[in-house]
């Protein structure tokens, strides 16, 4: 079934597609979805219990901060890098859906690797750790073959040469954090130029996207919970500090034997 103006206008109470703010249509039997390319201004939507395949309509929703899909169609989590544009989205219902498979612990990394601003993912609110983790173990998620995002990327290669290239994913998930947080993008010259990165350039590329992970928490936090952070970090350049000395006085005692 084919979600159509009419059927939009008379849940929402609407006179206008570009004036619904939320709309519920658990349950309508839908399959075909695109009315919302017409609707920029929708804020939170419920969709759940429907078959829907493909979120590629909601790519253009950048007011969306609530979407509930549970119980659909949607056969793999390439689905949601039609999402990743949706930077006010805090809340996402994605369960019992095919996309979901067998590891519950390896889906959530994977979604929020993806979607690391959402708050709340399965009606289970998002820790701190959990973002943290997720941008470093979580899986890739790449767009759908066939999709409308797979053209020609910044430089100029097709997507299918350059999905697979982990440098290439790394250096646009790393910049899309710095720009969150109001930082120069990383030229692809700051990245390695092999295909395969050493375990030395993965341990780098860790250490640059939990960074990029803890300044964008920063931002969410209160004062008493920038105080708490401000003291750990005191505490861990101590530590450092006292390594460091321990360091240079056997080194100096090892040059006077």
């Keep these: 079934m084919k979600l159509t103006r009419k059927l939009v206008l008379a849940k929402a109470k609407a006179s206008d597609l570009e004036s619904v703010r939320k709309l519920n249509c658990w349950g309508c039997n839908l399959t075909d979805i695109s009315i919302f390319s017409q609707m920029p201004n929708i804020e939170v939507l419920t969709l759940s219990a429907n078959s829907i395949s493909s ?9 969306l901060s609530e979407l509930y899909l549970r119980r659909n169609m949607i056969p793999t989590l390439s689905e949601l890098s039609h999402l990743r544009s949706l930077t006010r989205l805090r809340v996402l219902w994605l369960a019992e859906n095919p996309c979901c498979g067998t590891d519950p612990s390896r889906y959530r990394l994977t979604v929020l690797r993806c979607l690391p601003r959402l708050q709340k993912l399965d009606n289970q609110v998002v820790t701190e750790d959990e973002i943290a983790l997720a941008l470093v173990d979580g899986d890739e998620v790449s767009t759908p073959p066939g999709s409308t ?47 395969s990165p050493s375990t030395r350039e993965k341990q780098k590329l860790k250490k640059t996207h939990i960074l990029d992970a803890v300044l964008l928490l920063l931002s969410d936090l209160d004062e008493e919970e920038l ?26 005692q090892t040059e006077n034997c």
């Excluded at 979120?55 to 007011?63: F, H």
Aim: aromatic content about 4%.
């Design 55 to 63: 979120l590629s309509p909601l790519a253009g929703c950048l007011s």
């Design 149 to 195: 995002q797979n053209q020609l990327s910044n430089n100029g290669l097709p997507d299918a040469e350059t999905e697979n290239d982990p440098l290439n994913y790394n250096m646009e998930e790393t910049n899309k954090i710095r720009e969150e947080l109001g930082m120069k993008p990383l030229s692809r010259d700051k990245f390695s130029s092999l295909s």
């Design 227 to 252: 105080r708490i952070v401000h003291t750990a970090a005191q505490n861990r350049l101590q530590t450092y500090t006292l390594d460091s000395g321990d360091s240079q006085r056997l080194t100096a």
